[in-house]
């Protein structure tokens, strides 16, 4: 399967996962510098969506991936669509700045709890903000290709460094054939091995 898949787009992705490791780490480490309160961390803790937050089993399962396999990445093709650069990471972003705040404070109120919560999070997270960064792999060179059109059109010398058609082929694979099954991994990690692990550890 995977020789139909540019193996530039992964190596992008595995970079933008490192570097987001290192922001998640960055923002757990700042967070707790920070003093919380119980009230501040319950807060983070409720930014939960609805659609999964209220559900169990498999129904919890089909909202995870409702939001991070179909909404999250619309949002990320829709923000990829306009000609700024890297404006399509704030889905990712966000992933990881919210967790991090939430972990930072946790493990400053209670350090144990906060430490296992955290490596219980530690499968979920690797295969849910994967999938995020091979969408922004491809979305990188879909909008490099849209930025480049649209200096095209106000230049005499016209350019065709990034093809339109072939970085949306390229998205379309990475996302059936790798991003959508990760999120359906992620989705399961989420349900059921993040609270094995937590019991397990306390």
């Known amino acids: 399967m995977l020789y139909i898949i540019n193996n530039n787009y992964l190596k992008r992705a595995l970079k933008i996962f490192i570097i987001t490791t290192a922001l998640l780490l960055i923002t757990i480490f700042l967070a707790y510098m920070f003093h919380p309160t119980e009230e501040s961390i319950k807060s983070l803790g409720n930014k939960t969506s609805k659609i999964v937050s209220e559900k169990q089993g498999l129904a919890k399962i089909w909202g995870f991936i409702q939001i991070n396999g179909f909404h999250v990445p619309l949002q990320m093709f829709l923000l990829a669509l306009i000609p700024i650069p890297f404006l399509y990471t704030l889905n990712l972003i966000a992933t990881i700045i919210i967790p991090g705040i939430m972990f930072g404070f946790f493990i400053n109120f209670d350090t144990h709890k906060g430490l296992t919560s955290f490596i219980a999070y530690i499968p979920h997270y690797t295969l849910e903000v994967m999938s995020y960064c091979i969408i922004v792999s491809g979305l990188y060179m879909l909008n490099k290709a849209i930025i480049e059109k649209l200096r095209n059109l106000f230049k005499k010398e016209k350019k065709n460094n990034y093809s339109f058609k072939d970085s949306i082929l ?6 059936l054939f790798i991003s ?5 991994l992620a989705a399961f990690a989420e349900t059921y091995i993040a609270n094995f692990l937590f019991d397990l550890m306390n």
């Open 180 to 184: 959508l099954p990760l999120v359906v």
């Open 170 to 175: 390229n998205l379309l694979k990475m996302y």
